[in-house]
């Protein structure tokens, strides 16, 4: 992918902000306001102490007047503040909302080979951590950025009313602290880096090692593991040891600069005060400024490393936001109604990438009611084929229809209504049994969930549940046996009953009474519907009408379980190893 | 947390100059105002160039020795920090590797991962942090309370009614709001439960054409979280204005106050310069210390949970004199019941049988039936809550854990590999294996083809977890590592699960002919696995119900029986 452009960027950042344009304008007007009347304090703080001069020549009147004059001020420079924040949050806020809903309204509809590739952890690293991470900067960006540009002009121009002489003083020497915090940056940037290299490289190593810790002791491998441990533990002493301590150097550093600026206003100050040219108030109003004038430069260098960090952030998500969708379904398509239940393949070409051809010539026709049974090796294209008649991918050559309609015809979402599917993984959403049962159709009533539960022998156990159809299921299906899982993906089936199913038999991780019980759900359901059965069991593949026979992506052989092992092929040949 | 500090055990001296140097660096920032204070009375009024100057010069001494006290101050806190949270960090590594399985299984290994981690570096962050900063906050309220005392007690009076304001209001508002972080962070992780969730079952939603409904929902949480935080947000928005006003509404009382003292003679105008600075420096260091409290609380936090994990002790204990070498070939089960650490019901109740060496025994059942328990007994995973179990005729608890398990190979369920080559995995069974073992029991784990298509060969580079292998893939390396041990037992705990069945078949047939004299056990659900066995251990939740060979079950147990049908149907009929 190649690197945006900052300003491209930028410019998305700026279109979702515009939507709060008018919100950000009162920000960045009470943030003016607001530097400029912070500034105002020190000079009517001047001027008061100017009036207690001392013993008896103290004007209290004027004191008085100057005092209140600076209650005032406070006092509106708080509710400015105060308000400011306040609308700051609002606009992080809500952009963030808006990216995140935007980020996660794509992942609705992009293809399937996106989320497949990408890892789900990146993806939602993106949504979230980065759009977080975001958020930091912006909400740094809008609250640092525009006050501490206002302040230093402000005290800029403050200074250079009240003397110009004391004010060159701190112009000259204040860049020094800029300069300290960048050198010490920049220097301390290589040893952070390879801090973190080693830290990953630490983190990688506990993952892997405690993450499976049962391995390494039944190999005995303990003490290996810590020797090893123990090598990149001090390595990562070392490194973060030099990389702690010089980056602690940049507060102390940039102090010791303003040290010396206040130093310097002070001397300074202090001959001219003697000579009479300004005022005793007028240095105390310097030396405050002298002291925060540091504080603005320091704080902007901060949001603008911040600031780049959240482009680099911004960008990814974007990069999510930007993915080329699916294709849209075609402006003429049409709805798949009333379906009988003829699929055909024709001379279908499919592959992941280009590199690595996968399916080829496939040709496969199917009439309504059939049940067939897919079967080889693992990694042999069985998903694939799955994949394609629910247009989660789209081939690469050739057609396939459903009634004599080619589903490229077809819209997406009425071709998927017509087949139910049935996972090896059991994806159960957060919420209730009925919830997930009336996935499919959210409106049926509790007798409709109930029949389907039945029909998919999962009645009984969901009734042995604490609340029955009211348990709350965790994320993935929380306490259910793999199972269970299995039962209620297929009642979710059940309820709408469309005319064709998929079927991935997963009978790898459940035991044999439930299995038996998921069978004759399945037959059930099978009942005078074209079937995709991808199969693992061997009376399941022999009650089949038709068998595939996939072997690294092409359907080497097909036909009935006689025919098969008559050929004596691939087929045959695995069948028979079950009994050796 | 104060446990662990058994770990700042070495660095007494650093955890004490590091807090003694800030000291001497706030001694010297507080001495400041009253220089300037000076400058104006003295210098000024008495028109005193000289003493301006040398009075200047005080202040750039001052800032260098403030330096240098805060650069050996952090310098010490750095190396203590570190060096406490590397020695933790590897106390706990070690500790994690004499954890038994039981206590893996209730702690869980995620955990221990993020203890080791994230817990740890935060522990790290916080003494850093302690010991730069937790003394020089409260050194510099209080100092410039003490110092505003020494300029003029009356005066001084507003700086006692200031800071217990101050307070109330900086940590009132973090209190507020760190629980409603908490909310913030629980709304958070609804949004990121969401979004995992949909991605994982995206091939589902599609399939029932959901999506318009999960990004309602999406929208529905997501506002929420936002919500929350902007609630949160208007809470913190209210720290900087008020203690700003707070502050200031103290510098019009100082200098209304000052102004009368003046008047009266009692201070000078320097003095109330030196007041009024010494209140400007207690704001930023009271905020600075919220900060640091919330920063510390966290710390301690990680720091319990670090500590609990230290107070996990194994229970299983080493006899003294175990016993070292002896035949391990033949297992005896007497009685054996295993109740796991929490569980109501035993996992394993009352198993009988014996093997002799060289005998393979298939054992099948549904899932839960205890089938990988049985067999994690055998090289002492966990120890059985009744009953004995004897290995080469010796209780198991009599033997020494280590020399038990040099004798046994175990393919576990999952089949986990390393980062590293494929020779330096295969090693971890036997790190003396010359390459031709190596080959040997690869041929054997029908694993060379595997291998051979590699550019590398054995040096192949196999990524964490063995990612870039299929499951397949691993499942016969990982059986190739536990052949080249030559153990004398080995046990393939369902470790074919992910192969077809003619490899399958191929795998079993080929370490039948190469395994003379070792016991083996075999763990599965397919009856095909398992019915070659000299003996076949049917498991039905946790019990044995029926022990024998493929024809004895056919015939008199009725499990065995349905498993097999249920697996063969129509080929027994014809």
Same mark, same amino acid.
């Given at each position: 992918m190649s690197k945006p452009s900052k300003k491209g960027v930028f410019s998305k950042i700026m279109r979702y902000i515009g939507r709060y344009k008018y919100l950000l304008a009162l920000s960045v007007l009470f943030a003016a306001v607001s530097a400029i009347l912070t500034l105002l304090v020190p000079v009517f703080i001047g001027d008061a102490i100017d009036l207690i001069v001392s013993k008896g020549k103290v004007d209290f009147a004027g004191i008085g007047s100057i005092l209140l004059k600076i209650g005032v001020v406070i006092s509106v420079t708080a509710i400015l503040q105060w308000l400011m924040n306040i609308f700051n949050n609002r606009i992080t806020f809500n952009v963030v909302r808006d990216i995140r809903n935007e980020a996660f309204k794509r992942t609705q509809i992009l293809p399937l080979s996106y989320i497949d590739t990408h890892p789900h952890g990146e993806t939602v690293s993106r949504i979230i951590a980065d759009v977080d991470q975001f958020a930091d900067g912006l909400l740094m960006g809008l609250t640092q950025l525009f006050t501490g540009v206002i302040t230093i002009l402000g005290t800029l121009v403050f200074m250079l009313l009240i003397d110009v002489r004391i004010t060159l003083v701190v112009v000259l020497l204040t860049p020094l602290s800029m300069l300290v915090a960048? &050198?010490?940056?920049?220097? +301390?940037?290589? @040893?952070?880096?390879?801090?973190? !290299?080693?830290? %990953?490289?630490? #983190?990688? &190593?506990?993952? !892997?090692?405690?993450?499976?810790?049962?391995?390494?002791?039944? &190999?005995?491998?303990?003490?290996?593991?810590?020797? =090893?441990?123990?090598?990149?533990?001090?390595q990562l002493e070392k490194c973060t040891l030099k990389a702690t301590f010089f980056s602690s150097l940049t507060n102390p550093g940039t102090r010791f600069v303003n040290s010396l600026v206040y130093a310097g206003v002070a001397l300074v100050g202090a001959l001219l005060a003697a000579n009479g040219a300004i005022t005793v108030g007028a240095l105390t109003c310097f030396l405050s400024y002298a002291n925060q004038y540091a504080k603005p430069f320091n704080e902007i260098s901060g949001v603008i490393t911040e600031f780049n960090n959240a482009l680099v952030c911004a960008n990814r998500v974007f990069e999510l936001i930007e993915q080329q969708p699916e294709i849209p379904d075609d402006v003429n398509a049409t709805e798949l109604n009333d379906v009988y239940g003829k699929v055909d393949l024709d001379s279908v070409y499919f592959s992941y990438t280009p590199e690595q051809k996968l399916i080829e010539n496939l040709n496969l026709s199917v009439k309504p009611g059939m049940r067939v049974a897919i079967v080889g090796p693992t990694g042999c294209g069985k998903t694939t084929l799955i994949n394609l008649l629910m247009r989660f991918y789209d081939v690469t050559g050739g057609e396939i229809s459903v009634d004599g309609k080619p589903i490229l015809t077809l819209t997406r979402k009425s071709l998927r209504k017509n087949y139910g599917m049935v996972l090896q993984e059991t994806w159960l959403c957060e919420g209730t049994v009925r919830d997930n049962i009336a996935f499919g159709k959210p409106d049926a009533t509790? !007798?409709?969930?109930?029949?389907?539960?039945?029909?998919?022998? *999962?009645?009984?156990?969901?009734?042995?549940? !604490?609340?029955?159809?009211?348990?709350?299921? %965790?994320?993935?299906?929380?306490?259910?046996?793999?199972?269970?899982?299995?039962?209620?993906?297929?009642?979710?089936? @059940?309820?709408?009953?469309?005319?064709?199913?998929?079927?991935?038999?997963? +009978?790898s991780s459940i035991d044999t009474r439930t299995e038996q019980r998921i069978q004759k759900a399945f037959s059930t359901m099978m009942e005078g519907r074209t079937s995709f059965i991808v199969a693992h069991r061997l009376s399941t593949i022999m009650e089949a009408d038709i068998i595939l026979v996939m072997k690294d992506g092409n359907i080497i052989e097909q036909g009935s379980h006689d025919e098969l092992i008559e050929k004596n092929g691939f087929y045959a040949k695995m069948y028979e190893s079950q009994f050796i | 947390m104060f446990k662990l500090l058994r770990f700042m055990k070495g660095y007494r001296k650093e955890s004490i100059l590091g807090p003694f140097f800030k000291m001497l660096e706030v001694v010297f920032e507080l001495m400041v105002p009253l220089i300037v204070a000076n400058i104006v009375d003295i210098g000024i009024k008495g028109d005193n160039t000289a003493y301006i100057f040398k009075m200047s010069l005080l202040l750039v001494l001052f800032g260098l020795i403030g330096l240098s006290s805060t650069l050996a101050a952090q310098y010490f806190a750095a190396k203590a920090a570190v060096g406490f949270a590397s020695k933790v960090r590897f106390a706990l590594f070690e500790h994690i590797g004499r954890l038994s399985y039981t206590e893996l299984d209730t702690v869980g290994t995620s955990t221990l991962i993020t203890r080791m981690t994230s817990d740890i570096n935060q522990v790290q962050q916080g003494v850093n942090l302690t010991l730069r900063l937790f003394l020089r906050s409260p050194f510099i309220v209080f100092?410039?309370?003490?110092?505003? &005392?020494?300029?003029?007690?009356?005066? *001084?009076?507003?700086?006692?009614?200031?800071?217990?304001?101050?307070?109330?209001?900086?940590? %009132?508002?973090?209190?507020?709001?760190?629980?409603?972080?908490? =909310?913030?962070?629980?709304?958070?992780?609804?949004?990121?439960?969401? #979004?995992?969730?949909?991605?994982?079952?995206?091939?589902v939603v599609r399939a029932f054409c959901t999506e318009n409904r999960e990004v309602g929902e999406f929208e529905e949480r997501n506002n929420t979280l936002t919500e929350t935080q902007k609630f949160v947000g208007r809470i913190s928005a209210l720290m900087n204005p008020l203690t700003y006003v707070i502050i200031n509404l103290a510098v019009i009382a100082l200098i209304y106050t000052g102004a009368i003292r003046v008047e009266t003679g009692i201070i000078t105008q320097g003095a109330v310069i030196a007041l009024y600075n010494y209140m400007s420096q207690i704001l930023v260091e009271l905020i600075k210390l919220a900060n640091l409290i919330i920063n510390i609380t966290k710390s301690v936090a990680s720091g319990n949970r670090i500590q609990s994990v230290f107070e996990i002790e194994s229970d299983q204990t080493e006899r003294e004199n175990a016993i070292v070498s002896a035949d391990a070939g033949t297992i005896e089960f007497k009685n054996v019941s295993l109740k796991y650490k929490g569980a109501a019901e035993n996992s394993l109740q009352n198993i009988t049988f014996s093997v002799k060496k060289g005998e393979t025994v298939g054992i099948i059942g549904g899932t839960g039936s205890g089938k990988s328990t049985l067999v994690n007994m055998i090289p002492r995973f966990y120890d059985s809550s009744e009953g004995e179990l004897l290995i080469g005729g010796v209780d198991v608890k009599e033997w020494d854990t280590e020399a038990l398990r040099e004798k046994i190979a175990v393919v576990p369920q999952k089949a986990v590999l390393f980062k590293g080559t494929i020779r330096e995995n295969i090693l971890w069974g036997n790190e003396n294996a010359t390459d031709d073992d190596i080959y040997s029991a690869l041929k054997t784990a029908q694993a060379l083809d595997i291998v051979m298509k590699k550019d590398n060969k054995l040096d192949h580079l196999i990524e964490q977890s063995g990612r870039n292998l299929s499951g397949g893939q691993r499942q016969r390396l990982t059986i190739a590592r536990a052949l080249v041990k030559k153990p004398q037992i080995l046990i393939l705990d369902d470790s074919s699960s992910a192969l077809d069945y003619a490899t399958d078949s191929a795998l079993r047939k080929a370490i039948a002919e190469s395994t003379d004299g070792m016991t083996v056990f075999i763990v599965s659900q397919r009856a095909s696995s398992v019915m070659n066995a000299d003996k076949i251990i049917v498991l039905d939740d946790g019990e044995a119900v029926g022990i024998g060979t493929h024809d004895e079950l056919l015939a008199t147990c009725d499990i065995y029986s349905e498993i097999y049908h249920s697996q063969f149907k129509k080929v027994v009929e014809k």
């Open positions: 960048k &050198f010490i940056t920049t220097r +301390t940037y290589s @040893m952070f880096q390879k801090q973190s !290299e080693i830290r %990953g490289e630490q #983190t990688g &190593f506990i993952e !892997e090692m405690v993450g499976n810790q049962k391995v390494v002791k039944a &190999f005995s491998h303990e003490d290996e593991n810590l020797e =090893k441990f123990g090598e990149i533990n001090d509790d !007798e409709e969930i109930v029949a389907a539960a039945k029909a998919a022998h *999962a009645h009984s156990f969901i009734k042995r549940l !604490e609340n029955g159809y009211n348990t709350v299921l %965790g994320e993935d299906g929380g306490n259910l046996s793999q199972g269970q899982k299995q039962l209620l993906c297929i009642a979710r089936v @059940m309820l709408c009953l469309p005319p064709m199913l998929i079927l991935d038999e997963a +009978t | 100092g410039a309370l003490i110092m505003a &005392f020494t300029v003029d007690a009356k005066a *001084a009076l507003w700086f006692v009614v200031v800071i217990p304001i101050l307070s109330v209001v900086v940590f %009132g508002i973090m209190l507020i709001s760190i629980p409603l972080y908490k =909310k913030v962070q629980s709304g958070l992780d609804r949004v990121v439960g969401l #979004t995992r969730s949909e991605l994982s079952g995206a091939r």
